[in-house]
């Protein structure tokens, strides 16, 4: 696996593999990798003539008071996972290679990115679309990874995608998760002891709306208030939203419509910030 650090270099590979009639495969990360992180590169791996991944914390899609600082990073051991799943590429730019001095162009999703994270967090999405764009340039993908873990990211990404018509097959992989069920994310590791323990209430209270659809409920008042329950079971979680959507538009719904529908939340365990979801 060779690592690149420099995105005219990084262009100009993509461009050799393109004339070489090479199908791209991307996996674009903010790295400190899991096992979420390396399904979407087995996937990759098994579709694709080349593996490119990216590791970049992007801090366009940190807003001042989040985490952009004291983000996990640990290069060396990335850079061994991504070896062993047979990654070819790992593209590895700095903050000003990506935005040198003067950057000035955006790339933003409007409605889609005004709801549940984006209520949240106003300016993140600006920042995901913008540095995603700005990746899919760099390295000219057939097909690009996300997790379902970040559902509304990969809504918004496939929206980007169709609307600027950058032709690229935008491909959604199921959400990796602990043991317990909780949802695997580099986040994890700010949580700490009995933190660890209470993260578990947002699988939970996924589960209990599982089995209250499977039993047929689709008020989604009730699936809420359910939630609700579960999550306050747990003394150190202090829930940001409970959410039930449309799918293909993220319009709020009243009642479940079955294969079109995501149930997802936000919730603090002391100072990390959570998130998970289900597609029904
Ligand atoms: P991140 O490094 O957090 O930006 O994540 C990079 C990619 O990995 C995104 O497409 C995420 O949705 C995906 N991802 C993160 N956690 C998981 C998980 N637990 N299961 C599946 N995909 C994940």
């Known amino acids: 696996m060779r690592i690149i650090y420099d995105a005219n270099e990084m262009h100009s590979i993509a461009d050799k593999h393109r004339e070489w009639r090479k199908i791209i495969g991307f996996v674009p990360t903010m790295g400190y990798l899991h096992e979420g992180h390396?399904?979407?590169?087995r996937q990759a791996r098994r579709d694709n003539d080349v593996v490119f991944v990216s590791i970049?914390?992007?801090?366009?899609q940190f807003a001042p008071n989040e985490d952009f600082d004291r983000y996990p990073r640990n290069l060396k051991r990335d850079e061994e996972?991504?070896?062993?799943?047979?990654?070819?590429?790992?593209?590895?730019p700095s903050v000003e290679d990506m935005y040198p001095e003067g950057f000035?162009?955006?790339?933003?999703?409007?409605?889609?990115?005004?709801?549940?994270?984006?209520?949240?967090?106003?300016?993140?999405?600006?920042?995901v679309t913008t540095v995603v764009a700005k990746?899919?340039?760099?390295?000219?993908?057939?097909?690009a990874y996300f997790g379902k873990k970040d559902a509304q990211q990969l809504i918004v990404l496939k929206k980007m995608v169709r609307d600027l018509n950058m032709g690229i097959e935008i491909i959604g992989m199921p959400i990796v998760r602990e043991e317990d069920g909780l949802a695997m994310s580099s986040r994890n590791k700010y949580l700490k002891g009995e933190e660890r323990n209470q993260a578990v209430c947002l699988f939970k209270a996924l589960k209990k709306t599982e089995e209250l659809i499977a039993g047929g409920e689709d008020d989604v008042s009730a699936i809420v208030s359910e939630m609700r329950k579960v999550i306050e079971g747990y003394p150190l979680a202090e829930i940001d939203y409970i959410s039930v959507?449309?799918?293909?538009?993220?319009?709020?719904?009243e009642r479940i419509e079955k294969g079109n529908t995501l149930v997802s939340l936000a919730v603090r365990i002391g100072n990390t910030r959570l998130i998970d979801n289900m597609w029904f």
């Open 245 to 253: 959507n449309r799918i293909s538009d993220l319009s709020e719904l």
């Open 81 to 92: 996972l991504l070896k062993r799943e047979g990654a070819d590429f790992l593209f590895y």
């Open 56 to 60: 970049f914390v992007n801090p366009l």
């Open 104 to 127: 000035q162009t955006y790339v933003e999703v409007e409605k889609l990115t005004k709801v549940l994270e984006g209520k949240s967090r106003p300016t993140h999405f600006r920042g």
């Open 38 to 41: 390396l399904s979407l590169v």
């Open 135 to 143: 990746l899919f340039n760099i390295t000219k993908p057939h097909k």
